[in-house]
């Protein structure tokens, strides 16, 4: 009778043992309750980090950064002789420098017309009111890009009147060019001395002109390609260069870019 009520006691014993052991290894085991409130903590911890982290804005739409801006100068005249001016300086107007390129894109490959357009939409002017504008904009690298516009008469022949083009190459070298049509005035001026003036040179700036598409349909970056391919001219060799047209109507175009 006792060794029954031993062995007894001894299989109890293990089948205690082993249930101890598959609650403690079992498939269902559930965390200490402080560690499901650690992680609670840290997702919320999270949820406020991403609230408070900043969004990458897909609509920031400017190329230059504010910060790597010298000078912003914008000149506007109004057909009503209203005239407006803003010269921002990087250093003391970076905000409001910040707050113009955030809306209006520069852009060196984008349309002069569309630049002129973000522009005067942003300062809610009317583009049937607008005589002339004026905007350059200079970085801290001495880099600058910069475009004039001046209305014309709708009514006439366009022809162009005075032509002006300046090039500047990194060896120092200068290439000036001067077209006057009402005064019969032509000359192309090169550093080296090698000149042209009169029909020789009226000749040549007819040709190079005839090359190109000027318009403000136009972007800057394509009518620089342009006009230095006209004058068979590199343009990784050069550090400035800038042309003014006027046609008889009153019109005029300006494109510059300085790149060192």
């Known amino acids: 009778m006792k060794k029954i009520l031993i062995i007894s006691l001894i299989i109890l014993s293990m089948m205690i043992s082993v249930a101890c ?10 965390p200490p309750e402080n560690v499901i409130e650690n992680q609670l903590d840290t997702k919320e911890n999270q949820d406020k980090k991403d609230l408070e982290k900043p969004r990458h804005n ?39 420098i910040e707050e113009f390129l955030s809306v209006v894109e520069i852009n060196l490959d984008k349309p002069i017309d569309k630049m002129i357009d973000e522009i005067l939409n942003h300062l809610e002017i009317n583009r049937q009111d607008l005589k002339e504008i004026d905007f350059e904009l200079e970085m801290y690298s001495k880099e600058k890009i910069g475009f004039k516009y001046h209305v014309g008469r709708d009514n006439g022949e366009k022809t162009i009147d005075d032509f002006d083009m300046d090039i500047k190459f990194g060896s120092g070298a200068k290439w000036e ?22 029909k020789e040179a009226q000749d040549e700036m007819e040709n190079i002109l005839s090359e190109v598409t000027i318009g403000l349909e136009q972007s800057i970056s394509q ?8 004058v068979n001219v590199n343009e990784d060799d050069i550090t400035e260069w800038d042309f003014e047209l006027k046609y008889t109507t009153g019109e005029k175009i300006k494109a510059k870019h300085d790149n060192y």
Not at 223 to 230: H, I, S, T
């Open 21 to 30: 052991t598959n609650s403690g290894n079992g498939t269902n085991e559930q």
């Open 177 to 198: 060019y001067e077209y006057e049509l009402r005064d019969s005035e032509f000359k192309i001026e090169y550093s080296d001395g090698t000149d042209l003036r009169g």
């Open 223 to 230: 009518l620089k390609k342009d006009f230095l391919a006209a």
């Open 58 to 96: 897909s609509n920031k739409i400017f190329v230059y950064n504010s910060e790597e801006v010298k000078e912003l100068n914008l000149d506007i005249e109004l057909l009503s002789g209203k005239e407006l001016e803003y010269d921002l300086d990087g250093g003391r107007d970076e905000r409001e």
